[in-house]
């Protein structure tokens, strides 16, 4: 499988994180929407196996086919350059500003959006025939996953923002674990079967991932869920997002660099 050794796909890491940061806009805008329309498709995918077959973890299982085409062509996730783009700036790498990366985030996010929400459309008006029959058990299946995962969350109050949040650092945990798997082998199956254990996890666990969930929630709303886009924002977007920041940079990003970069040194025997 051609394997990599840590200390080898972390440099490529940090590699990974500087150049997205000094990337163009435009080439950042158009990475970062192909990756959010493709995820989005995957996530109508796997809620389709799911309802057509009855089985939730079927489609979890094929689920992780959509984060495997978009990285393997490159593209960006907002999830994925919350993990690489702060290790250049520890890095201390030329140019790499806090500002940088800042922007780089704010352009995934705009792009990651869009490509999810024009999918959101695009699905929303098959399903309906162009908004002239009922979505079917698919959209009132998204329809309720939008209820769920935020006036569901909200009657919890503090507590419930918590809830989103964690399960959001626990979402980014895995997923990041997924960006590097497409770093750790120089071969395409190699890549595949690294990015695919981890994303299949975090989608069977049913953890807050922002990418996806820009595509679910809006999707929702078109079908006529019972909740508001300040519901959508307040009780999943914000918190998922800033979990997915914490969890995916404390629990890989911080963890791989610090023990196999600024490794500590050798005690004495």
């Not at 700036?89 to 780089?104: C, I, Q, W, Y």
């Not at 999810?116 to 162009?130: D, E, P, Q, R, S």
């Not at 949040?165 to 595949?192: D, E, P, Q």
């Not at 807050?208 to 886009?229: A, K, Q, Y």
Request: proline share 3%; glycine share 12%.
């Amino acid at each position: 499988m051609s394997y990599l050794a840590p200390s080898e796909f972390v440099t490529k890491m940090v590699d990974a994180g500087e150049s997205k940061i000094f990337m163009s806009t435009r080439d950042t805008l158009i990475r970062s929407y192909m990756a959010g329309a493709i995820l989005a498709l995957a996530a109508v995918f796997a809620i389709s196996i799911a309802v057509n077959t009855g089985s939730f973890l079927a489609g979890a299982i094929l689920f992780p086919v959509g984060f495997c085409m978009l990285y393997l062509m490159g593209f960006d996730l907002l999830t994925g350059v919350f993990v690489l783009a702060p290790l250049a700036l520890l890095d201390k790498r030329p140019g790499v500003t806090v500002s940088g990366v800042l922007r780089n985030w704010g352009l995934v996010f705009v792009g990651n959006f869009g490509g999810a929400l024009t999918v959101a459309f695009m699905m929303a008006f098959i399903f309906t025939y162009g908004f002239n029959v009922d979505a079917g058990a698919i959209g009132d299946k998204i329809s309720k996953i939008g209820e769920a995962r935020t006036v569901g969350y909200a009657q919890y109050g503090t507590a419930g923002w918590f809830t989103i949040f964690i399960r959001g650092m626990l979402c980014n945990w895995m997923v990041s674990l997924g960006v590097v798997g497409a770093m750790i082998s120089t071969s395409v199956s190699g890549k595949v079967i690294a990015m695919w254990m981890p994303i299949f996890l975090f989608f069977y666990m049913g953890f807050e991932h922002s990418v996806v969930n820009m595509f679910l929630f809006p999707f929702g709303l078109i079908m006529g869920g019972d909740f508001s886009i300040a519901d959508y924002f307040l009780w999943n977007e914000i918190p998922t997002a800033l979990g997915n920041l914490v969890g995916g940079l404390a629990f890989t990003g911080l963890t791989l660099y610090t023990t196999h970069i600024r490794t500590a040194a050798k005690r004495n025997i």
